[in-house]
């Protein structure tokens, strides 16, 4: 039981060794195109291609939003983009759509650029991006780390002997599965970032004036109309009510006359 408890030990401290290490090893954030680490523990190299997300944000004027919007869909389907949402929305001066795009990396560029064909004047255009290579690195290297340790246990668990110690192993197996299991879902949430990014667009069509008049005009008249249709549906509704007033001042008039 004493030589278990040793080499479990022995295990632990040698894999927050290699994490020490490995931290140790600074990699610059603007690498270039292939950035290269070493895992402590393993004494082995991997290359990693460099991760970038990408965004923009792109809000612009035009005077025809069906063309537009045609012309958007068209570039989504050439580029194979996806639409992530949609909305329409409007206001005393404007109608606006809004679409937030799903694009990948290497048709960002082209994207942006077919979408921006023919616009005058952005009221705003921002691309950002950001290297994300070295917390991909990373995110691996713990990933291999762990499943590194995960190998140690599955070797223990084949030369444990009694009840006890199965279960001592198993319980730490369990551990280092669900940490394996989190850090899985960490590197997957990043390559998806990077392999798919993201624009933000926004066009609209400013409302003259008088239109705007007109339209309130109308809304105004509409909206009268359906007050005095609503006037009348209360009058109706008070029927039995005018009835009983128009009875009892009958009455009252008739026993005036009697006295």
Request: glycine share 4%; hydrophobic share 35%.
């Amino acid at each position: 039981m004493k030589k278990y408890l040793i080499l479990v030990s022995f295990i632990i401290l040698s894999c927050n060794t290699s994490n020490s290490e490995y931290y140790d090893e600074a990699v610059p954030p603007m690498a270039p195109k292939s950035v290269e680490t070493g895992d402590i523990s393993h004494q082995e190299n991997f290359s990693v291609n460099r991760k970038i997300k990408k965004e923009a944000d792109i809000v612009f004027e035009t005077d025809d939003l069906n063309q537009t919007t045609r012309n958007v869909l068209q570039a989504v389907k050439k580029y194979q983009a996806e639409i992530q949402s949609e909305r329409e929305y409007g206001s005393n001066k404007r109608i606006s759509h809004s679409y937030i795009i799903k694009v990948p990396s290497e048709n960002f560029s082209k994207l942006i650029k077919e979408i921006s064909r023919g616009v005058q004047k952005f009221e705003q255009k921002q691309i950002q991006s950001e290297d994300v290579t070295t917390q991909f690195i990373d995110i691996s290297a713990r990933l291999k780390t762990k499943k590194a340790l995960e190998q140690k246990y599955l070797d223990l668990l084949k030369q444990a002997k009694g009840v006890k110690e199965i279960m001592e192993v198993e319980k730490e197996l369990e551990k280092i599965r669900g940490q394996i299991e989190s850090v899985e879902g960490q590197l997957k949430f990043l390559a998806k970032q990077t392999s798919m990014s993201t624009i933000n667009l926004t066009f609209y069509k400013k409302i003259p004036f008088q239109t705007n008049f007109i339209q309130k005009f109308k809304k105004g008249f509409k909206q009268g109309w359906n007050n005095l249709i609503w006037f009348l549906i209360f009058l109706v509704n008070l029927w039995p009510f005018v009835i009983l007033g128009i009875l009892i001042y009958l009455y009252i008039k008739y026993y005036r006359k009697r006295l």
